[in-house]
Nanobody, 126 residues
């Protein structure tokens, strides 16, 4: 059983920064792509960012491109999301997710991920 635990959320003013971290259990972390999703108030869960198994390629939603950066440390079983220039529309619960299948490139679809963290709240005030 895999466990994902996010941390680092909080309240920040517009223009500020936060860094989220996701710690994963299990010995095969490096075999799986990882992703970040978010769910704002009254909205569906949406793709934010993803990273390949070795961190060599990253993907971002258009809404966060140039502001957010994801990275991973396979030695520590962690994946991070650095969020800069935060805006009120970034307010959401942020989730990390583990790809359903190993050795596959990440895709921006919720159905491709079968393990999810509990989420961490990010609130951006104007």
């Amino acid at each position: 059983q895999v466990q994902l635990v996010e941390s680092g959320g909080g309240l920040v003013q517009a223009g500020g920064s936060l860094r989220l971290s996701c710690a994963a259990s299990g010995r095969t972390f490096s075999n799986y792509a990882m992703a970040w999703f978010r769910q704002g108030p009254g909205k569906e869960r949406e793709f934010v960012a993803a990273i390949t198994r070795n961190g060599g390629r990253v993907y971002y939603a258009d809404s966060v491109k140039g502001r957010f950066t994801t990275s991973r440390d396979n030695a520590k079983n962690t994946v991070d999301l650095q969020m800069n220039s935060l805006q009120p529309e970034d307010t959401a619960v942020y989730y990390c997710a583990k790809s359903r299948l190993p050795y596959r490139d990440p895709v921006p679809s919720r159905e491709a991920y079968n393990y999810w963290g509990q989420g961490t709240q990010v609130t951006v005030s104007s």
